[in-house]
């Protein structure tokens, strides 16, 4: 750990308990704060970039939108007019797609920010999204505040070089068991992005609820999608609903990768459509939490036709490389059929051009070269696993007993469950993913991923709650290089978040594990 860093980390507490202006402690703290740790950073002492009212944003034309992004959070803050414009401009945020080094690949970025001029350069958009992440996060927390603050608006001098260690960086939201309307998955896309999550997970279907609308079987959404755990309204979205969803993620470089669960979890589905019962009966619609009962016919032909529907829709919708096709706690299928089955979606899925992932209970058939299988088990050791592992299989690494943030984080948390054990900040942080399961090399690791599922989660505030201090601990997992992992330097730094998250209105979990400044 370099000098500069210790210093920041002991001089954060001191300033806060001596009442020093949330401005001044945001200057004092410098790169030392941000969350996830960049790969290199060298501060420049005494040396600060004041946002004023001169200040533009100058932007490579190919990344406008993310000039636009950031002028328009300084604007509400500052009150100041920062107007957007063509690069190269004099002084002011600069966002140039060129300089960067070519070692950071096309997510990472060089940010500089001197006495006169903030200028962070990258080899494509998303690097320089990635890099107004980090500036974001320099910024005093005011800067967050939705209404005009009175500043002043310094930003620490010095120098940063980053770009990820894993290129899927995932969270996942389960709407099934619980809807959420459209607003508040945008809000949560903001919240990854904002710690350069870039993959989002929907999980669009299960026993309790269907939630995305399928024009050949539209019974799925309107009945299917009627209801939720504990017997709610449900609800779901058109396929417009979706398409903004995408949308919004996209221009914050974050990719929806959609999840229809099969062949279990799939009572709403059943209850929708009687033909896809082995028996033509359907079932009643459920509204509890038990899994592994419900099975799709995997014998009739037409179980088939609806799967090539579904996932064609979905395919046309979704211009991320992957469907989810989920695959786990199939308990009321037979072992021979399931694998059957997996390996004729998997040929479905391939026809409509797209990758399958799904969770690693998948690897009990023959995957596909390119299919990817996402480990959720609670034990560091899955034979199975590691052999398709080491027969070319990629994993998403997201082991429940370390990134299911639904989990409590102790025996007093009113939320979440306890079936993989309890949850706090330094469990969801303190492992290695690269060198999690035995047996399976960094190498086969394509990212990590945080579900969040939602039997107990009903609010937006809920979500917050569950997600937040720990999601930013597994993002540092998947951006962050391995020599840099420190729970001590960590801690330090996701408590210098609270203020922010203060700030922006997130209700999250004081955990006693992180000295939480002033403000927090």
């Given at each position: 750990?370099?000098?500069?860093?210790?210093l920041?980390?002991?001089?954060?507490?001191l300033?806060?308990?001596?009442g020093?202006?949330?401005a001044?402690a945001?200057?004092?703290?410098?790169?030392?704060?941000?969350?996830?740790?960049p790969?290199?950073?060298?501060?420049?002492?005494g040396?600060s970039?004041?946002?004023?009212?001169?200040?533009?944003v100058?932007?490579?034309?190919?990344?406008?939108?993310?000039?636009?992004?950031l002028?328009?959070?300084?604007?509400r803050s500052?009150?100041?007019?920062?107007?957007?414009?063509?690069a190269p401009?004099t002084?002011?945020?600069?966002l140039?797609?060129?300089?960067?080094?070519a070692?950071?690949?096309?997510?990472?970025y060089q940010?500089?920010?001197?006495?006169?001029?903030?200028?962070?350069?990258?080899?494509?958009?998303a690097?320089?999204?990635?890099?107004?992440?980090t500036?974001?996060?320099?910024?005093?927390?005011?800067?967050?505040?939705?209404?005009?603050?009175?500043?002043p608006?310094?930003?620490?001098?010095g120098?940063?070089?980053d770009?990820?260690?894993?290129?899927?960086?995932?969270?996942?939201?389960d709407?099934a068991?619980?809807?959420?309307?459209?607003?508040?998955?945008?809000?949560?896309i903001?919240?990854?992005a904002?710690?350069?999550?870039?993959?989002?997970?929907?999980?669009?279907s299960d026993?309790?609820?269907?939630?995305?609308?399928?024009?050949?079987w539209p019974n799925?959404?309107?009945?299917?999608?009627s209801?939720?755990?504990?017997?709610?309204?449900?609800?779901?979205?058109?396929q417009?609903?979706?398409?903004?969803i995408?949308?919004?993620?996209?221009?914050?470089f974050v990719?929806v990768?959609?999840?229809?669960d099969?062949?279990?979890?799939?009572n709403?589905?059943?209850a929708s459509?009687?033909?896809l019962?082995?028996?033509?009966?359907?079932?009643?619609?459920?509204?509890?939490?038990?899994v592994?009962?419900?099975?799709?016919?995997?014998?009739?032909?037409l179980?088939?036709?609806?799967?090539?529907?579904?996932?064609g829709e979905?395919?046309a919708?979704?211009p991320g490389?992957?469907?989810h096709?989920?695959?786990?706690e199939?308990?009321?299928?037979?072992p021979?059929?399931?694998?059957?089955?997996?390996?004729?979606?998997q040929?479905?899925?391939a026809?409509?051009g797209?990758?399958v992932?799904?969770?690693?209970?998948?690897?009990?058939?023959?995957p596909?070269?390119?299919?990817?299988?996402?480990?959720?088990?609670?034990?560091?050791?899955?034979?199975t696993?590691?052999?398709?592992?080491?027969?070319?299989?990629?994993?998403i690494?997201s082991?429940?007993?370390?990134t299911?943030i639904?989990?409590?984080?102790?025996s007093r948390?009113?939320?979440?469950q306890?079936?993989?054990?309890?949850?706090d900040?330094?469990?969801?942080?303190?492992?290695?993913p690269?060198?999690?399961?035995?047996g399976?090399a960094?190498?086969?690791v394509l990212?990590?991923?945080a579900?969040?599922?939602t039997?107990?989660?009903?609010?937006?505030?809920?979500?917050d709650?569950?997600a937040?201090?720990?999601?930013?601990?597994?993002?540092?997992?998947?951006?962050s290089?391995?020599?840099?992992?420190?729970?001590?330097?960590?801690?330090?730094?996701?408590?210098?978040?609270g203020?922010?998250w203060?700030?922006?209105?997130v209700?999250y979990y004081?955990?006693?594990q992180?000295?939480?400044?002033?403000g927090?």
């Amino acid at each position: 750990m370099n000098v500069r860093r210790v210093l920041a980390i002991l001089l954060v507490p001191l300033l806060v308990s001596l009442g020093t202006p949330p401005a001044v402690a945001a200057t004092a703290v410098a790169f030392g704060s941000v969350v996830p740790v960049p790969v290199t950073t060298t501060a420049t002492p005494g040396v600060s970039y004041a946002i004023t009212t001169s200040t533009a944003v100058y932007t490579d034309p190919a990344a406008a939108g993310i000039g636009d992004r950031l002028a328009a959070l300084l604007r509400r803050s500052t009150g100041y007019p920062i107007p957007v414009a063509p690069a190269p401009g004099t002084g002011g945020i600069s966002l140039l797609l060129s300089g960067a080094p070519a070692t950071v690949g096309p997510e990472g970025y060089q940010l500089d920010v001197t006495g006169t001029s903030i200028v962070i350069r990258a080899n494509q958009p998303a690097g320089l999204a990635n890099g107004v992440q980090t500036l974001h996060q320099l910024l005093p927390v005011a800067a967050d505040s939705a209404t005009v603050q009175s500043g002043p608006w310094p930003v620490p001098g010095g120098h940063i070089v980053d770009y990820p260690r894993f290129g899927y960086r995932g969270a996942m939201l389960d709407v099934a068991r619980h809807f959420f309307p459209v607003a508040a998955v945008e809000r949560y896309i903001d919240q990854l992005a904002l710690y350069k999550i870039n993959y989002l997970h929907l999980h669009l279907s299960d026993d309790q609820g269907w939630r995305i609308a399928i024009g050949s079987w539209p019974n799925l959404a309107t009945y299917g999608g009627s209801t939720a755990v504990g017997g709610g309204p449900g609800g779901y979205y058109t396929q417009a609903d979706y398409q903004q969803i995408v949308a919004y993620a996209a221009a914050r470089f974050v990719t929806v990768v959609p999840e229809i669960d099969m062949p279990g979890h799939t009572n709403a589905a059943l209850a929708s459509y009687p033909a896809l019962n082995c028996d033509g009966v359907a079932p009643p619609l459920y509204t509890g939490t038990d899994v592994g009962f419900s099975s799709l016919c995997t014998s009739k032909e037409l179980t088939y036709t609806f799967i090539d529907q579904v996932f064609g829709e979905l395919a046309a919708l979704t211009p991320g490389p992957y469907l989810h096709i989920g695959g786990d706690e199939a308990a009321s299928t037979a072992p021979a059929d399931y694998a059957a089955f997996v390996n004729r979606v998997q040929q479905i899925v391939a026809a409509h051009g797209k990758t399958v992932t799904g969770w690693h209970d998948i690897v009990n058939a023959t995957p596909l070269p390119s299919t990817v299988a996402q480990y959720w088990g609670t034990t560091t050791r899955d034979s199975t696993v590691a052999t398709a592992a080491q027969r070319g299989t990629r994993l998403i690494m997201s082991p429940a007993s370390r990134t299911y943030i639904d989990m409590k984080y102790n025996s007093r948390t009113t939320l979440g469950q306890n079936w993989a054990g309890y949850i706090d900040v330094k469990t969801a942080y303190d492992w290695d993913p690269g060198a999690y399961l035995r047996g399976v090399a960094a190498s086969s690791v394509l990212g990590v991923e945080a579900p969040l599922w939602t039997e107990t989660l009903v609010t937006g505030a809920d979500i917050d709650y569950m997600a937040f201090p720990r999601l930013p601990a597994v993002a540092e997992l998947g951006w962050s290089p391995q020599a840099t992992h420190d729970w001590t330097a960590f801690k330090q730094r996701l408590g210098a978040q609270g203020p922010r998250w203060h700030v922006m209105g997130v209700n999250y979990y004081h955990s006693t594990q992180i000295s939480w400044p002033g403000g927090s």
